[in-house]
C-alpha cells in the first residue's frame, strides 16, 4: 500500500517492451535508501516490482496489461515519474490508502490559477466516475488529492504551489494523459451495498430494509 505522499521525482531511464512483457528503468535517488530486491514502488501511481538497481537506478517488470491501463507506455526518455516506496506500519498516513492499481486513465482539461493555488480539472472515465465524491480522495499519478468540485463527466483539485513543485502535474501541459485510482473503500461499500462484485453481482446486498430490520435504523 502506499499513501500518496511522492517521495521524489525520478526519470524514465529507459523502456523495453517485448511481445508479451516490457521492464522500465527508472533514475531515482531517495526511494533506493532501504529498498531490496522485491520490494514495492509506485511510478505514477503505478506499484512496481523492484527486481534489480543499477548506478541510482532501478528496474522493474510491467506487464502489457500495466502498459494498457496506465500511461507508463506513453512515457519518453527523461520523463519525469512520481515515485513512492510502499508504506510501512510505522509511517505517517499523510494522504489516503492507495494500493497502486489504476482504475482508468483521465486526460488534464484545464489549468487555471485560483487564489495561492492551482485549480486541475481532469476527465472522469465511467470505469472511476462512480466512486468520486466531492471533498473525497482520489490517486492522479500516485498523488492523494481532494476532489474540490466534481461535475457529470469530470473533476477538479485544487492545488498547492509545493504539490506542483514536487510532482509530475507541475510539468505536464493540458492534454496530458494522467492514472488514476479511486478510494478503495468506496469499491468495498459498493460491494456489501450490491451484495457482490462492482456492477451488480450476487445476490443479498444491503438495503435499508435490512439495516431496518437489523436495529440500524
Not at 522493474?60 to 502498459?67: F, K, N
Not at 500511461?71 to 510502499?86: M, P
Not at 514536487?166 to 505536464?172: M, P, R
Amino acid at each position: 500500500m502506499f499513501t500518496g505522499i511522492v517521495e521524489e521525482l525520478g526519470r524514465l531511464a529507459e523502456l523495453k517492451m517485448g511481445a508479451d512483457s516490457g521492464v522500465i528503468t527508472i533514475e531515482a535517488g531517495e526511494v533506493l535508501k532501504g529498498t531490496q530486491l522485491g520490494d514495492s514502488i509506485a511510478v505514477n501511481g503505478v506499484c512496481l516490482t523492484a527486481r534489480s538497481f543499477g548506478d541510482g537506478t532501478f528496474s522493474a517488470d510491467v506487464m502489457p496489461e500495466t502498459i494498457r491501463k496506465s500511461n507508463l507506455g506513453n512515457l519518453k526518455r527523461g520523463d519525469v515519474v512520481n515515485l513512492e516506496r510502499a508504506l510501512t506500519l510505522s509511517a505517517r498516513l499523510g494522504g489516503h490508502l492507495m494500493l497502486g492499481h489504476v482504475d482508468a486513465t483521465g486526460k488534464v482539461l484545464s489549468i487555471r490559477p485560483e487564489g495561492n493555488a492551482m485549480l486541475y480539472t481532469f476527465s472522469a472515465p465511467g470505469e472511476i466516475r462512480r466512486y468520486l465524491l466531492p471533498q473525497g480522495s482520489v490517486g492522479i499519478d500516485g498523488i492523494s488529492l481532494t476532489i474540490a468540485r466534481l461535475e457529470s463527466d469530470n473533476f477538479s483539485v485544487s492545488l498547492i504551489p509545493h504539490t506542483v513543485k514536487v510532482t509530475t502535474l507541475g510539468h505536464n501541459p493540458v492534454g496530458y494523459e494522467v492514472n488514476l485510482e479511486a478510494d478503495v473503500l468506496g469499491k468495498y461499500v459498493e460491494k456489501i451495498i450490491r451484495g457482490g462484485l462492482p456492477g451488480g453481482q450476487g445476490e443479498g446486498g444491503l438495503t435499508l430494509e435490512k439495516l431496518a430490520e437489523r436495529g440500524f435504523l
